[in-house]
């Protein structure tokens, strides 16, 4: 990328030189990211795009271009479309309509510099692009993680026998391991059935036996705690890193169940394969005390950084708490509009410039020191809980 | 009011000229207050009601004065009373007793420069002023709030037969929304039951039996999960709005039963009009994110701003957070001492020129925008719920 | 100590100057401590040593001196060490190494300017130093808790009859009681139990039982809620004060069961002893609230200063949020390496330094006030409530 292309995350505010430097060119893997919309979405569709929590459209009352995310990206986005800082939500709309998909790609994806994505592939996948259209779009290459419940719907999906369930679930793990673009697995137990389940690991009669019931219903949606259980313990054995939708996310999940703490009857047991807690608002601090607890623990704060908008700075700082800075991750969890996959990186950027600063300034950290964090927590991490 | 009575809220701290005047004298809607007091207190009684928590008298080897709301009302009231600011306790105590209650709400109220109390009445009625004296003492118009437990105490205190119950606060219910001076409702399940409790509309079959159990009893105090969930529903039903008692309040209730994540079941069921989740502290990011999710979900972080004095600002900028703008309200919920109906004002509005000038400073917003999210959090929201 | 020793914590920070020399020299009461390594310790036992949530090894990745803590400790500690600031990690162990346990301990307690230490000895009593050892390595006096669980597995232990426990648990509190070294009990239900536990005052019946099923175990780990409540009541009969482990700590404890709001019904029926929460971090909002709700109920936020480094000026300030000022006490938590009795010290005073400072400079306290209510929580609260 040009020079002329590096986003100025720094303009307006002060951060030691050489710490602002880096930050503004350091290469990113964003480690939890989908791709973005393969057609052009009407402003309802946008703005719903925009909001994580509802699942409604966005009453007449109010623009969701109102809310911290918005601002925040009329404020960094609005440039990159030749518009003011700030344009306001109709001009910002009459512009992005005129660009493609493709264009608006071109414009977001490559200033977020990002070294790598690791794609979640598991929602919607046909709406959005594909991880090949995502490193076509923005010269970068993908990883993909494999979705678990995903896998064992498509399973069933297909005709698979509940009595051969196990055996096909434990097949497709392993070519999974076995191929080289799949870096790890993700469960949305979160969504399903929250953390507040047994977490042993089942039996295959038991497995079948719920198979079985899902199998006898209209919808294959697994919701069992039994075969959510089961497909964790299966990637763990097949050394898979496994991601973990926590906290914040649409209101389908009872969020006080998604407290991470919930999770210690199968950290304290499961096989130590990395498990990363995904965004973690605002349960971020309890995410931050398994991550130096257990050694196989890792988090980010991903997601919460886009929806936080200015005030991700105090969610950055919080993340950097007790947890070892060996064990934090960048994601943007970006879906949908490029704009997100910029934004996560633009705001983290901001805000480990700001809060590293901070440290310097005062004396509380060097330079050297808070470069190799950035490095640790953008890049080096991802790279080794994934073998990049 | 003159304008040498604008309290200087930014006075030492720098904020944007253009945003601070207008948060100097924005006329603030009050959208969820209580009255002043009517007599004199000792200071025994007042210190008592500078705490939320306690139901003690203060202990002798404190003051409560001593306390972030006691800096701050040394801070901000002192003057007020023509002390220097940071007066001691005792001497603040020795100039208050000085005046009558008349005497302190002319002192306290006006500067709270509040264009519209929206009084709860249904608490320690008889020790407070009516929505009409604090008419007559702030020179600000009153709307009420109806307590609907306090609603169906009296219908069944006042004789009202089991069998009769749901029809006779049904009709009251109906009576309440076609009178202009009511505005909504509220309901003080924390206090009664928790929120983890089942939520569905109950029949009127339960609600007889529940009355009738209730009757049965030598107290009419509404603690039936039941009852409160009756009474929501009807509400609900007939368009008011719900304002709802979350988090911080005194130790009667079980302050953990009063997360208001365990209100999705009643968010995701009801008849979606506006609720209002007060106070919520230390909830406060749980019930934005709530406000994000659900388009009929408005939230505050009223009393906390006051109990927090100094530290407001923190509170404050931790509301604005996940929520869109359009859905946080503000209050200050004073009740008694007519320093609190100042504080909350003041805090706030120092709060938001802290944050929000912090946001302008760092190329975050524009002023333009902030004046705006003042103007939606502090008038317009309130406005837009109620109907005012 | 010569003046030459007191550490600069305001080193490249501004506070306003009256109050940074207080805060540099004030002399603290560490109302909770245990004692420093009698024995050299090797790397990975220092590692392990600061890292509160693990109870592995530290991974190959990885070393804990990248940690909030670490780094801390290489900003603060190294320069005693006759090193730079940040010293890596390796040039600040091979240093430590050269010197003894004593050594180490000459090092680092006397600049910690700590008056008195109340010591824990319950953990690992034979690791680290008695506080006799600890009196003549810092130059300060020491006072003792009690462990309420060790004294019952001690009687246990030495034989005590089942039918006889009750009495014997009760004579030895009476002579703890009246034992002028020992001012106060602990309970670490929040290892044993969890908080949600039936807190009432079992019978002398019950206790037999549990007392006897317990003698008949191989183990005799206290871990009968009824024995746990059993020793907390019988310390408040006797007037001692009560610390309580709350929140952060090992892996081993159910982090979400040790939220202090779980003790409330302990706390609502309890004879009204000091009740000290411990650490509380990340509750420790919740444990403010507490202190505000409860006359008898005090808090710190120890352990989690150190733990979080730099970020510990965050956890103070909200640790000044709605608790009076009377009701917050200074520890370090500090066991084994003595870095971590000096660190707790010195970011105790800095974090109340940049906070107090901010208050002052933004015109929101006095310095006067802001010296009391370090005086306060640092020295004057522990004396109330320990009778020092």
């Not at 893997?29 to 459209?57: K, L």
């Not at 697994?222 to 991601?243: K, T, Y």
């Not at 971020?284 to 196989?296: C, K, M, P, T, W």
């Not at 060996?326 to 996959?341: I, N, V």
Request: glycine share 8%; hydrophobic share 45%; charged share 25%.
């Amino acid at each position: 990328m040009p020079a002329g292309d590096v986003i100025d995350v720094f303009d307006r505010v002060q951060v030691p030189e050489k710490l602002a430097d880096h930050l503004r060119t350091v290469e990113l893997v964003d480690h939890h990211v989908h791709g973005v919309f393969n057609e052009p979405v009407d402003r309802a569709g946008f703005e719903e795009s925009i909001n994580e929590g509802s699942t409604d459209p966005i009453p007449g009352f109010m623009t969701q271009f109102d809310s911290p995310l918005g601002l925040s990206l009329r404020r960094w986005c609005a440039p990159l479309l030749g518009l003011d800082a700030f344009a306001d939500a109709d001009t910002y709309w009459k512009r992005r309509t005129e660009l493609t998909p493709g264009e608006l790609a071109d414009v977001f994806l490559p200033p977020a510099r990002v070294a790598r994505w690791v794609v979640d592939t598991g929602f919607k996948g046909d709406l959005i692009s594909t991880p090949q259209r995502l490193t076509e779009l923005s010269g970068a290459p993908c990883s993909e993680i494999l979705r678990l419940e995903r896998l064992a719907e498509d399973l069933l999906e297909a005709g698979t026998a509940a009595e051969a369930f196990p055996e096909a679930f434990r097949a497709a793990l392993t070519a999974a391991a076995a191929n080289p673009e799949i870096v790890g697995t993700k469960t949305i137990a979160a969504y399903r059935t929250g953390f507040d389940i047994d977490w042993s690991r089942p039996s295959d009669t038991q497995v079948v036996e719920h198979a079985r019931a899902l199998a006898a219903r209209p919808s294959t949606r697994v919701d069992s705690p039994v075969l959510i259980a089961f497909g964790v313990h299966e990637a763990a054995e097949r050394q898979l890193p496994i991601q973990v939708h926590v906290g914040f996310g649409d209101r389908d999940l009872d969020l006080q169940r998604t407290d991470p703490l919930l999770l210690l009857p199968l950290l304290r047991t499961m096989v130590p394969v990395p498990v990363l807690l995904l965004h973690c608002y605002p349960f971020h601090r309890q995410a931050g005390y398994l991550a130096q607890a257990f050694d196989h623990v890792n988090f980010d704060v991903g997601l919460g950084i886009n929806y936080l908008g200015v005030r991700s700075t105090a969610l950055v700082a919080e993340a950097m708490e007790t947890a070892p800075f060996a064990k934090q991750l960048y994601s943007s969890d970006a879906f949908g509009p490029p704009e997100l996959h910029l934004l996560g990186s633009v705001l983290w950027r901001r805000a480990m410039g700001l809060e590293l600063g901070g440290w310097i300034h005062r004396g509380d950290c060097s330079v050297e020191d808070a470069i190799r964090i950035v490095d640790m927590i953008g890049v080096h991490n991802a790279r080794r809980v994934y073998g990049l």
